[in-house]
């Protein structure tokens, strides 16, 4: 019982310490355990099955769009590397290498995968030849390595999975819609499946993928005002056609570079779903990506027990039926009160009640993680009184995440103002900016507020960059991040 009581013992409050809030919810709702490799983490089942969900729909998504999986290795040649200038400047300095293999030397080291540009496009100058090759429209689930100095679980880790899409395209302009289509399944899944508001828009220059000719994003704020990319799609141009030779004989029949693109989301976006929804009680899941949607709960003194049991027992084979993600906790040695805590600290988005009294009216009684209302309802209509409820809780947390987002984003005209913004209160700013990378650069050295984007949708046209006052050539959006 002692061990038990961990679940519903006191999280550090969001408003004294936000980063301890934080590992005190996953690690309570055990969601993930520190591993004995620096930087690497355990997805324990709760945090695995949230991950299992996110790529269930995703993988849906991309295979009504054409797109097929495949996999390719995880070691890849330094001499791949060096073929694409400005992407190995971008990843050398995460990179681990294996320099020895089975007692000896390795003639030429091997990265272990931080993104997988250079083994595909080596692949892909073997695959294509001619434009009725044409596209190739892959996506890989699996995991990468960028040895990351400061570490956060979900977050940034040296270890993490992700998928990431490679495609090869005719022209330039399919590749763009190829890129734009991908950032579009992305702010959907986010804002639809996960609850999360964005902001989608173009990075600049100094913010890009590496070897890419524009990379976009769609960025999410987090309940301490900083910012996670949560996902991004990049026209890598022909960069990386001319860096591994991908040609294809047109439709003339001359030789061409292949237009290429590269998109990707990970398990950060667990973290960035802890932190947009949980609060002081612990988590908060919107029920769609919600490993359990329901948790019914058997109320009553021990008389009546075997009977309420029975009645739950038959409500649960009818919302399984539905395909409502349901469990039953009828542990006899805790009370009712102790598994509520549980339940609202592990996130699970409707708490179903039953007893004695329940069972006379033929109603039972829902209780919302998201707004805290009690409903009762009759049994008699259970799975369609549930199913509205899980659609009410859903919709409800995107709209409850959309006005924390709207009032802690401003619009400011000057450095100063955006130095005391940050000051007193993180979050999204808008300004303007020239387009010069001093003036960006200039913006995080004094603020800690990097460019998140140039929104397609700014909320404030900006007409003078906030550093030097010269005519604006972008909007953007800045803000410390994760």
Known sequence: MAKDKQFVSEI???????SRWYIDVIKKAELMDYSPVRGCIVFRPEGFELWENIQDELDRRFKETGHR??????????SFFQKEKDHVEGFNPELPWVTEAAGEQLEERLAIRPTSETMI????AKWIQSYRDLPVKINQWANVVRWEKRTLPFLRTSE???????????????????T?????????????FLAMPVIVGQKTPSEKFAGAVDTFSIEAMMKDGRAVQAGTSHYLGTNFAVAFDIKFLDR??????????SWGVSTRLIGALIMVHGDDRGLALPPKVAPTQVVMIPIGPPKTREQVIARVDELYAEL?????????????????????NEYEMRGVPIRLELGPRDMENGAAVLVSRSSGEKRVVQQSGIVDEVTRLLDEIQREMYDKALRFREEHSKSVDTLDELKAQQEASRGFVEAGWCGSEACERQVKEETGATSRNIPFQPEHEKSTCLVCG????HTVVFARAY
């Open 470 to 473: 010269a005519e604006a050539k």
């Open 69 to 78: 999986n495949a996999y390719f290795p995880l070691f890849i040649p330094e």
């Open 180 to 192: 734009m289509q991908m950032l579009e399944i992305y702010r959907d899944f986010v804002e639809n």
């Open 160 to 178: 993490f999975l992700w998928q990431e899409g490679h495609t090869a395209h005719e022209t330039e302009e399919e590749a763009r819609e190829e």
């Open 12 to 18: 550090t409050p969001q408003g004294e310490d936000f």
């Open 121 to 124: 496009g080596h692949m892909y």
């Open 320 to 340: 399984k039926k539905a395909g409502i993600r349901v469990r039953v906790d009828d542990r006899a040695d805790l009370s009712p009160g102790w598994k509520f």
């Open 252 to 261: 003339e029949n001359n030789l061409q570079h292949a237009h290429t693109t």
